[in-house]
């Protein structure tokens, strides 16, 4: 194999990015969805991606842990090439952890096996380890009494903490999150994003896709504006929210901030 | 600002107290048209029920069923060896009270219909041997027993549960087969194998096998490496284009010509693989539809936890599929176990097999009405179990709820 070494994880240096992309495109047929991406994420690193719908920034997440393929470009993640190498994508697997926007519980499984699935198949742990792990993480999002509740029985708001846990539980060092608010009801979209903003806090590194505004000017490092499935600008929360740059900028924020 | 409504003001709920009389005046006689059609429909089934009654009572004459009572049950099964029927009984109660008492602490309801399994084999037993009335105690007794034992012992009592449920097939083939010549168990060759021993039995090895492999070619077809994708395909479309009867015709009588001169098979187990492979491609395509009920979000979120291919499909999504398919799936081994009805046109004499056998003797000419009408009533009333069964395994499965 010609990259035999970059087959084992840890391998990013001190001030290295953890994420690396270049140039990444993918077409849906002849539909060009994203046209030349780059984007470097360091360790640590809180991003936040907005755009309108359809502009390419859920599939870009997507791409980085290969729930799409990328056809031309390069992904690099925690020094591990994406590539059709089955091992390659396990290993970025286990790495990366994330949260959908329909959460994806696993409805026949109670929270507590939801949370120790991966643990227990994938890291081997034993379910001793496993199930005091997941106990600390429903702790740490607040719902430890909900551990032998099957998904059905949670609100949005709840479901979705799970999830997170569930992500957290294969302790990996990164996390990605696809619009994790905009499937839940107002009232319940302050206790994730209070877990989010916990979590950004602990020092995870993490890309966010999301149109919560106040969310990202709370916790973003660098914020990146998506239209047409490429970048359009990026830098820090006040960059971009005080002096945008570009006009498309300018007009999709004043868009989202004017209600 | 008025202050809250006292109590007493509000009005009670109007109260609706079903009387019978008020049912009866509200359902049947609400007007001219109900009542016209109420003693219509009333008048019909009474004059049915009558029919029905007079005809079992007095024109019907039964000696076709009662003379015969052993070999609808269990053919030429010789006498001497029932108690190896019973012994499986026995051992069958037994399980099913354990994995009772084991795994289904949460669904009571599936228990008792568990339990309805044995009682109904048992009695089936009983017709045998009327004065064996105790044995059917027994089989209550032992599985209440394990119900109880499964219930206070579930951790230690699992795992050896699990290993009776596995063996328990190869041992009924061991049981009902017998080992040699002579001595204690000795040899029944097949074709002494019978009546609704030999239905049951071709149901349930039918069922056992060609859900697994149903399963298996299900997922086969949904693979995405091209050539099991295609064998999965082509066996699902051949078997489903061809009658259940050419396959056990050909197997009956095709195979031997292809088989090396000196090595036969034996026709049971060729009438029950033609029936394995019959109901597998069926069942392939049950539980496909299961599998394409799952919404694309479970598999994504199988993929990022990190399990690989096989465990998403073992823990996340079949246990989903074949939740979704139960009333399906069950449909399908009711049809099957009639559908074993069929081996009598080759020759077998199972159920209907020996029901044929017994008209043709001259001393019961004309009496295919009774005749037919229990054997129905057999069919009817496994079938009727099974239905039931699911209905209840769905209840406490919660089929149909998210």
């Known amino acids: 194999m010609s990259n035999e070494s970059s087959t084992k994880s840890g391998a990013v240096k001190e001030g290295e990015p953890i994420i690396k992309c270049e140039e990444v495109h993918k077409w849906y047929g002849n539909f060009h969805v994203l046209r030349g991406v780059n984007m470097n994420v360091q360790k640590g690193e809180v991003v936040v991606v907005f755009g309108p719908s359809g502009s390419g920034k859920s599939t870009f997440i997507r791409c980085i842990n290969r729930l799409e393929e990328h056809q031309k470009g390069h992904i690099i993640v925690d020094g591990i090439e994406l590539s059709h190498d089955v091992r390659n994508i396990a290993a970025i697997r286990k790495e990366v952890g994330m949260v959908f926007q329909q959460f994806n519980l696993f409805p026949h499984l109670t929270v507590m096996q939801n949370i120790t699935l991966g643990p227990i198949y994938v890291r081997k742990w034993n379910k001793d380890k496993a199930e005091e792990i997941a106990m600390q993480l429903l702790e740490r999002v607040g719902i430890p009494e909900q551990a032998q509740k099957y998904p059905g029985q949670l609100s949005g708001g709840q479901q979705q903490r799970v999830a997170i846990a569930r992500a957290l539980a294969m302790q990996p060092k990164i996390m990605l999150f696809d619009e994790p608010t905009s499937a839940l009801d107002p009232e319940m979209i302050k206790e994730v994003l209070e877990v989010m903003e916990e979590l950004a806090e602990s020092g995870m590194t993490m890309i966010v896709v999301t149109h919560e505004m106040g969310f990202a000017r709370a916790v973003a490092d660098t914020m990146y504006f998506f239209d047409e499935g490429q970048i359009v600008e990026s830098g820090s929360p006040e960059e971009v929210f005080l002096h945008p740059q570009e006009d498309r900028t300018k007009l999709f924020l004043s868009q989202i901030l004017s209600h | ?402």
């Not at chain 2, 029901?355 to 009405?369: F, M, T």
């Open chain 2, 1 to 402: 600002m008025t202050s809250l409504t006292p109590a007493k003001d509000i009005m009670p709920p109007p109260t609706e107290r079903s009387t019978v009389l008020g049912w009866m005046k509200k359902n049947l006689f609400g007007s001219i048209g109900d009542t016209i059609l109420t003693f219509v429909a009333g008048g019909f089934l009474l004059w049915l029920i009558y029919a029905i009654v007079k005809w079992i009572f007095t024109t019907a004459q039964w000696a076709a069923v009662t003379d015969n009572l052993q070999l609808y049950m269990k053919g030429q099964y010789p006498a001497s060896e029932d108690w190896r029927l019973w012994l499986l009984m026995f051992l069958l109660a037994l399980v099913v009270g354990l994995a009772w008492g084991i795994f289904l602490k949460r669904a009571e309801a599936v228990g008792w219909v568990l339990l309805i399994i044995p009682v109904v084999l048992a009695l089936w037993l009983i017709s045998l041997h009327r004065e064996a009335w105790w044995k059917f105690l027994v089989v209550d007794v032992l599985a209440i027993l394990g119900y109880f034992l499964g219930k206070r012992y579930p951790r230690k009592l699992a795992r050896p549960t699990y290993i009776l449920i596995l063996l328990y097939m190869p041992l009924t083939i061991l049981i009902v087969r017998g080992l040699g010549e002579n001595g204690f168990m000795k040899l029944v060759p097949t074709n002494l194998w019978g009546g609704l021993l030999l239905s049951l039995l071709l149901a349930i090895f039918g069922i056992v096998f060609s859900f697994p492999i149903g399963v298996l070619l299900a997922l086969g077809r949904q693979s995405k490496m091209p050539a099991l994708k295609m064998l999965s395909v082509i066996y699902i479309e051949l078997i489903r284009g061809v009658p259940l009867i050419t396959l056990l015709f050909m197997g009956q009588l095709m195979l031997p010509f292809f088989l090396p001169a000196g090595i036969t098979i034996d026709r049971v187990i060729r009438a029950t693989v033609a029936i394995i492979m019959f109901a597998a491609a069926y069942m392939a395509e049950n539980v496909r539809g299961g599998l394409q009920s799952i919404p694309k979000g479970q598999y994504e979120a199988a993929d990022v936890v990190g399990l690989s291919g096989w465990q998403k499909m073992v823990f996340i999504i079949l246990p989903q599929a074949l939740r979704a398919v139960i009333p399906v799936l069950v449909g399908q081994f009711i049809g099957l176990f009639k559908d074993t009805s069929l081996v009598a046109l080759v020759g077998l004499l199972d159920l209907l097999g020996i029901a044929r056998g017994i008209l043709a003797n001259p001393n019961y000419i004309g009496r295919q009405l009774e005749v037919f009408a229990f054997i129905a009533m057999i069919y009817w009333v496994f079938s009727y179990g099974m239905s039931y069964a699911s209905g209840r395994l769905e209840t406490s499965l919660g089929v149909g709820e998210r």
